[in-house]
């Protein structure tokens, strides 16, 4: 399976910070990676897709880059409501897997 | 807007059949593949299967030899059966529907909210 290895596992900003998240892929997966969003009690949303593809209804203060085996997830201004666990999946290879996600917390 | 909704016991014994069913409405269940995904307490995501509407499966390969997963269209309803289920399977389980087109295919664009699974005697 590939393994999805996100950094860093916590991160703490302020409202208004710029905040990036790194995904690396253990072989290369293209362009096939997702972002998704997950609240506490709440299932994941997904942000973005094919790396960098915003999902309809998703702010555009949320993209995504990076093809091969590294991706990264960037916020440009974080929101109070951004306050929450970000993970990454790759499709390309099956079956698919998640990274452990990114826990973006208030400073 | 598609919803989905999983169903079933929230309590499991050890070596029994965990059995779940997920309720799509809002859209019809013909034309997409549709997954289910776990996640352990405070742990990462998991997927465990996807079934076409149809009825072509394919599943994680951890998980192979004791999963099955179903289709009713004339319900709109898809299932997930586990079986010797151990504490180890004690996970909060997801349905969702995987994306259509070639570039969202894999990724999961509706999710259920989620129902939390107990393995325990």
């Known amino acids: 399976d590939i393994q999805m290895t996100q950094s860093p596992s916590t991160l703490s900003a302020s409202v208004g910070d710029r905040v990036t998240i790194t995904c690396r892929a253990s072989q290369s997966i293209s362009s096939w990676l997702a972002w998704y969003q997950q609240k506490p009690g709440n299932a994941p949303n997904l942000l973005i897709y094919r790396a960098s593809s915003l999902e309809s209804g998703v702010p555009s203060r949320f993209s995504g880059s990076g093809s091969g085996t590294e991706f990264t997830l960037t916020i440009s201004s974080l929101q109070p409501d951004d306050f929450a666990t970000y993970y990454c999946?790759?499709?390309?290879?099956?079956?698919?897997?998640f990274g452990r996600g990114t826990k973006v917390e208030i400073k | 807007q598609v919803q989905l909704q999983e169903s079933g016991p929230g309590l499991v014994k050890p070596s029994e059949t965990l059995s779940l069913t997920c309720s799509v409405s809002?859209?019809?269940?013909?034309?997409?593949?549709w997954s289910w995904i776990r996640q352990p307490p405070d742990k990462g995501l998991e997927l465990i299967g996807y079934?076409?509407?149809?009825?072509?499966?394919n599943y994680n390969p951890s998980l192979t030899s004791r999963v099955t997963i179903s289709v009713d269209t004339s319900k709109n309803q898809f299932s997930l059966r586990l079986s010797s289920v151990t504490a180890a399977d004690t996970a909060v389980y997801y349905c969702?529907?995987?994306?259509?087109?070639?570039?969202?295919?894999?990724?999961?664009?509706?999710w259920g909210q989620g129902t939390l699974v107990t393995v325990s005697s």
């Open positions: 809002g859209g019809s269940i013909t034309s997409y593949y």
């Open positions: 969702a529907r995987r994306g259509n087109g070639s570039s969202k295919s894999g990724s999961l664009d509706y």
């Open positions: 999946q790759q499709y390309n290879n099956y079956p698919w897997t």
């Open positions: 079934i076409f509407y149809t009825g072509s499966t």
